[in-house]
C-alpha cells in the first residue's frame, strides 16, 4: 500500500491565462468540482491518506477547499441538506500538508519540496492538469505494479508524432501486458529526436532515492528542474517501468481539452446529461445546417 501523493500545484498556469491570473488553475472546476478535487479522489481512492500539495504564491485558494467549512456545514445541517452536506465533508478524514514552493523552478524541484514529509516511503505524484476519468484504474494499477517490483513506475500514453514535444518521452523494451521496463526519458523531444511515441502523463510512483538526484540535478529544458532528467538518471542505476495507460485522460490544463473534459464530464453527470445532451444536439444540428 501507498499512503502517501504529492499534488504538484505550484505551476503559473499560462496556458490558461487570464483566468489564473490571480486564481490557481487546480481550482478551474469541471462541471462542479476543482480540478485538483478529480486527482485527489483518485488518489484517495486507492488508499493514500496522507496528501502533500506543493503550493506557491495566488494558491490559497487549495487549502480552503480541502478545510473544513464550519458555517457551511453548520449552515447545511440546519436546513437538513443531507446530500450538500456529504458533499462538502467528503474529505474531511483526509490529512492535507502544504508547502510553499517559493519560486517555479521546475517539476523535480517541486517534489523535492515534498522531501521532509516522504522520505523513506515509496509515493505517488499526481499532476492535476491529467484528468483521469473517474472509474478508470490507472493508479491503483501502478501501485500493485511498483509495489511489487519496489521500484518507480511512471504512466504512459501513446502520443501522436507531432505530440512528442509536450511530454516526457521513454525508451524502453516492452514486457508485454503493458509494462516497459525504462531505459531513458528524454523531457519535450522535438519528433525527429524522440526515441518513442510513448509519452509521460502526470501520475508517477516514485521511490526516495529520486531525492538524492533532484538535490544535486542540474536546471534542464526550459531552465527548469526537471523530473524526468531525474529518472533518466534513476533508470542508468535501477529498474523503472513503465505502465501504459488506454484509457480516458483529459489535459485539463489546455484550453481545448478543458473544454472536451467538460463536456464529456457532463454527459456523464446523471442530473445533467438528458439536458445537456438536447441542447448539444441542437446546437450542432443548427451548426450543420449553416
Ligand atoms: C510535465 C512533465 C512531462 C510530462 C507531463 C505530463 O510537463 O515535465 O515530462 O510528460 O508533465 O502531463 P508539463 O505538462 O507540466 O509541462
Redesign the pocket.
Known amino acids: 500500500m501507498i499512503k502517501k501523493a504529492v499534488f504538484p500545484a505550484a505551476?503559473l498556469g499560462t496556458r490558461f491565462l487570464p483566468a489564473t491570473k490571480a486564481s490557481p488553475k487546480e481550482m478551474l472546476p469541471l462541471v462542479d468540482k476543482p480540478l485538483i478535487q478529480y486527482a485527489v479522489e483518485e488518489a484517495t481512492g486507492c488508499g493514500c491518506e496522507e496528501l502533500i500539495i506543493i503550493t506557491g504564491k495566488q494558491k490559497r485558494a487549495i487549502e480552503d477547499h480541502f478545510d473544513s467549512a464550519f458555517e457551511l456545514e453548520d449552515a447545511l445541517v440546519k436546513k437538513g441538506k443531507k446530500e450538500l452536506l456529504e458533499m462538502v465533508r467528503k474529505l474531511n478524514h483526509i490529512n492535507f500538508a502544504y508547502i510553499r514552493q517559493r519560486a517555479p523552478l521546475g517539476?523535480g524541484h517541486a517534489i523535492l519540496c515534498a522531501k521532509p514529509f516522504v522520505d523513506g516511503d515509496l509515493f505517488a505524484v499526481l499532476?492535476s492538469?491529467?484528468v483521469i476519468s473517474p472509474g478508470e484504474t490507472l493508479l491503483s494499477g501502478m501501485i500493485k505494479l511498483a509495489t511489487e517490483k519496489q521500484a518507480p513506475v511512471v504512466a504512459l500514453e501513446t502520443v501522436d508524432e507531432k505530440e512528442v514535444e509536450?511530454?516526457?518521452i521513454i525508451k524502453g523494451e516492452d514486457e508485454g501486458g503493458g509494462i516497459y521496463r525504462i531505459n531513458a526519458l528524454v523531457?519535450?523531444p522535438k519528433p525527429k529526436d524522440a526515441p518513442s511515441r510513448l509519452?509521460?502523463?502526470?501520475r508517477y510512483i516514485l521511490t526516495p532515492d529520486i531525492f538524492d538526484i533532484l538535490e544535486t540535478l542540474a536546471p534542464g529544458k526550459g531552465g527548469e528542474v526537471?523530473?524526468?532528467d531525474a529518472l533518466n538518471q534513476l533508470a542508468a542505476k535501477r529498474p523503472v517501468y513503465g505502465y501504459l495507460f488506454k484509457g480516458k485522460r483529459y489535459?485539463a490544463?489546455d484550453k481545448l481539452g478543458f473544454l472536451e473534459a467538460t463536456v464529456e464530464l457532463a454527459l456523464k453527470d446523471s442530473a445533467l446529461s438528458a439536458g445537456f445532451r438536447e441542447f448539444l444536439i441542437g446546437l450542432m444540428k443548427n451548426e450543420l445546417s449553416h
Open positions: 505551476g517539476l499532476l492538469d491529467d509536450k511530454y516526457g523531457e519535450k509519452g509521460v502523463i502526470g526537471q523530473l524526468t489535459d490544463g
